[in-house]
């Protein structure tokens, strides 16, 4: 099992361009989830998705957007990236909301995104 | 509403001596308590959890937490520190009744373990 995979590792980007962040998983988990994490500010949940088809936003979802055509797969898309979008990006997964497996959560290595 | 606090933005400890990591949360219900490490320039891994049953949870490299619901808190412990313990720790929470929303969690605490 590869897990949670993340494209790119790192990436710079100009103003106003547009970029789309992999993040791909093989262990078959219904929940995925992107987050960012800026410098002393913890963790914050962009966009989640519960399914194939379903997505939702989190705390920090503007200028972002998602999409989730498969189980595997759930692609970031940044369309005009500004200065604030600088950060480390992570993806994870999860089985699911019940059982013993609840909500431990599997993250990806990580993007780490420049815009200047 | 859910939320989680990390009370301490860094912690120090020297080798060989316990150590303790302090999370307290807010929920409606119950919770599903969790922590997470993160070491440089790699993402979060799991470390252990609470969902019911024993309020000590034992997890990976030695740590253990302990669940108090009377004080709401979670904290994260481990009797003799290692150097290489030194990382950033984050405690999560989520109401059991919240159905899908998400984790919720902390700012983090750093960890330096000093020789």
Same mark, same amino acid.
């Given at each position: ?116 | ?49 609470? *969902? ?43 109401? *059991? ?16 373990? *000093?020789?």
């Amino acid at each position: 099992n590869a897990g949670v995979t993340q494209t790119p590792k790192f990436r710079i980007l100009k103003i106003g361009q547009s970029m789309t962040l992999q993040c791909a998983q093989d262990m078959n988990h219904n929940y995925m989830y992107w987050y960012r994490q800026d410098p002393g500010m913890g963790l914050k949940l962009i966009y989640y998705s519960v399914g194939a088809g379903i997505t939702d936003k989190g705390e920090v979802p503007n200028g972002y957007n998602v999409s989730r055509s498969t189980t595997e797969d759930f692609p970031l898309r940044l369309e005009l990236a500004a200065p604030s979008q600088t950060s480390v990006y992570f993806c994870a997964s999860s089985q699911g909301t019940s059982g013993r497996s609840v909500d431990t959560q599997y993250f990806g290595p990580g993007t780490r995104l420049t815009v200047l | 509403a859910q939320s989680v606090a990390q009370p301490e933005d860094q912690v120090n400890v020297a080798e060989g001596n316990p150590l303790t990591v302090k999370c307290t949360y807010s929920v409606s219900g119950n919770p599903y308590l969790f922590w997470y490490v993160q070491y440089p320039n790699r993402g979060l891994q799991f470390l252990l959890k609470y *969902i019911t049953g024993d309020n000590l949870v034992k997890g990976s490299y030695g740590f253990e937490a302990e669940f108090n619901k009377s004080q709401t808190s979670f904290h994260l412990k481990k009797p003799s520190a290692l150097v290489s313990d030194s990382a950033l720790y984050f405690c999560a929470v989520r109401d *059991i009744n919240s159905g899908n929303t998400p984790l919720v969690f902390g700012k983090g605490t750093r960890l330096s373990v *000093i020789a």
